[in-house]
């Protein structure tokens, strides 16, 4: 869903999709939508018979445009044919009121085709601690049976900061040493690379240290390998896991976030495993700033 963010004067809340993200030319794209009367966050089936639905290609040009119905139930939906002849690229599909843009999402057109074989990688465990070694094995093989031999293969280790927050520790904890005067990406970065290739089963194992010593948080490692093929088709597979700093995590959560002077400003410690379990009788450090 698609929705904007800025209500303001704003009159009908709207959801609008489509039935999938890509498609090629030549195809139906199949889209829905829902549209309630909106009065300060009441919400009533709307006093209109339609809403104008129009579709732009990756140009902006106008490829269609069309009134669809509401139904009983406050929703439409329609079909939008793209010629043979489509351009590729990111459309968007809007839908317009009183002359007004309610919402919109977007699709992509593309010539793709199906791939020939699929890669499967897999690491040893889901999670590790810094100091480990992961080690992965990426699967190649044909939808119509038999291996992907002797095939070269591209291999990467990405990673972005892994947020803990254990289901088994109840109410909210701070376990995270974020560096609030350094903010983050988001974004995974790659940080290895190698190339090799598939044996004769079309398999290929590495391994990678699960080295997170130079990282202020714990990780999510994303473990990636493409394989290209005798015909010099390249099919990607991913795998993600976790690498923890250490055993244990600690959690604070101050009794109050708004201090007097003079006054005594208590915060709460717990210590927990990797699992989210506590961990008793454990000698702790404290440093205020």
Known sequence: YNIPSDRMGKDYYENLYTDRAIYRPGQSVYFK???????????????????NVQVRDSQYRLVYTQTAALDKFGTFDGEVKLSDSAAIGD?????????????????QVAEYRAPQFQVVVTADKPEYINGDTIRVESTSSYFFGGPVGDAAVTWRLMSSDYDFRPAAVKSWWDFNDWDYANPRNGGAKVIRDGKGKTDAQGKFRFDVP?????????????????????????????????????R???????????????????VDVITVDTKG???????????FY
């Open 33 to 51: 939508g829902v549209l309630r009367k909106d009065n300060d966050a009441q919400y009533s089936l709307p006093d209109v018979a339609g809403v």
């Open 91 to 107: 459309y968007s599909i809007h839908l317009e009121l009183n002359k007004r843009t309610y919402a919109s999402t977007s699709f």
């Open 210 to 246: 699960a080295d997170v010593s130079e990282f202020p948080l714990s990780q999510s490692f994303v473990l990636e390998t493409e394989v290209t093929d005798i015909n010099n088709e390249a099919v990607a597979s991913r795998t993600t896991v976790v690498v923890h700093k250490g």
């Open 248 to 266: 244990f995590y600690i959690g604070l959560r101050p009794q109050q976030y708004v201090g007097t002077t003079g006054k005594e400003q208590a």
């Open 277 to 287: 379990l506590t961990v008793t009788n454990q000698t702790l450090a404290m440093s």
